[in-house]
């Protein structure tokens, strides 16, 4: 049976592993939906290739160059936010959401709407907006999949079991490329998004670095799946081996396991229910030989620790956090802070503004989110 999809940041890490597993299953997909920031040659590309109906750029400056490159085909092109939310908006089985950081929210709440199935890959998303979003999946009628690694192994790991009989819910971390660094004050942009394991975008790279990915996935997770702050915890696996694990009151505890390759969980959005074959080379546990984990550093890597205290804070902290943190990476990315001012810049947002209420719609989220980068801008200004 052909299902349909949209791809909201095809152009992406998440986007191309998505698309490759299209590629090897072309009669079992029909592609609604592209979309890309700027990048308008390779989106057009793309369009071609899967047939899609409409290709969107987010950046309204690049839609001559799509139009452009999508002459002479039956591609709708469009472009901006009010265009990216209706191709999200446009019917389709299955919605990947993989657009990087809060810019991927009003249309990840668009594809909400519209009451499908939605493959959440935008943490950020969910991070900034989670009890927006989540009372609107439910007020209509909408399925979410967690694409992260760690998110999907837990969701593996709980399917069939009850929440209630949870004990723990252990989000694994690989500690990212600097884990053993001396001097983090020195690192450069090129060493921060080195990652020894995962191949991906630079945001999410860096965020691995500072271990704000790992504390923005425990916000994610106490949304996803409702245990408790107090029973989520962290710890550091260098392998990245085992994704994440959950401990059951009968002392159990349940372990996804998978070689380091999105288009595992990717995989398991695209099929679910069910399974589907990938090309990922299959776990040589011998070959590996040990599998290590300590607790992390919350004094070199405070990230994990501002993260936890924004989502006990509650409220608009997350928002607020997110806001700052990508502003924060920004900044470094584009050499104007040292990698060692990202946390400091994040925590000096949160302890020094005046933090809004809990936002109640999109637009209140996005509010929050507008003035916590202005005030993050202007404390890079001040330095």
């Not at 936002?359 to 404390?379: G, K, Q």
């Amino acid at each position: 049976m052909t299902r349909s999809i949209s791809i909201l940041g095809a152009t992406g890490s998440v986007g191309g592993s998505t698309l490759d597993l299209i590629r090897r299953n072309p009669d079992g997909w029909r592609v609604v939906a592209l979309t890309a920031n700027c990048n308008a040659a390779e989106l057009a590309r793309l369009a071609r290739e899967f047939g899609a109906e409409v290709a969107v750029v987010a950046d309204e400056s690049c839609l001559a160059d799509l139009r452009a490159a999508l002459e002479g085909s039956d591609i709708v092109a469009a472009a901006g936010r009010a265009a990216l939310c209706e191709a999200a908006a446009r019917p389709a089985d299955l919605t990947v959401a993989a657009i990087v950081g809060c810019a991927g929210l009003a249309p990840t709440m668009a594809a909400i709407e519209q009451g499908g199935t939605i493959a959440l890959a935008n943490k950020e998303a969910l991070v900034s907006a989670g009890e927006v979003m989540t009372a609107a999946v439910t007020r209509h009628g909408a399925t979410l999949l967690p694409v992260d690694s760690e998110h999907n192994a837990i969701f593996q790991c709980l399917e069939g079991e009850r929440i209630e009989d949870v004990r723990w819910i252990t989000l694994t971390a690989s500690g990212g490329p600097l884990r053993e660094a001396k001097d983090l004050s020195a690192v450069t942009p090129e060493q921060a998004i080195a990652h020894p394991n995962w191949d991906m975008g630079a945001k999410i790279s860096v965020d691995s670095a500072t271990m704000f990915n790992k504390g923005l996935e425990l916000i994610e997770a106490h949304h996803l799946f409702p245990v408790g702050l107090d029973r989520i915890r962290i710890v550091v696996h260098p392998q990245s081996v085992i994704h994440s694990m959950v401990e059951y009151r009968d002392g159990s505890t349940l372990a996804q396991l998978g070689p380091s390759d999105m288009r595992v969980p990717i995989a398991s959005c695209l099929a679910w229910p069910e399974r589907i074959d990938t090309p990922c080379k299959p776990l040589d546990l011998a070959a590996i030989g040990e599998l290590t984990f300590f607790a992390p550093d919350e004094k070199r890597f405070p990230a994990t620790r501002l993260a936890r205290e924004a989502a006990q804070a509650g409220g608009a902290a997350p928002a607020v956090l997110n806001a700052a943190n990508e502003v924060a990476v920004a900044a470094f990315l584009n050499r104007q802070i040292p990698f060692s001012r990202i946390p400091l810049l994040v925590e000096d947002v949160l302890m020094h503004g005046n933090l809004p209420d809990a936002p109640r719609s999109l637009d209140e989220v996005l509010m929050v989110d507008e003035s916590s980068r202005r005030r993050a801008t202007e404390m890079l200004e001040l330095a």
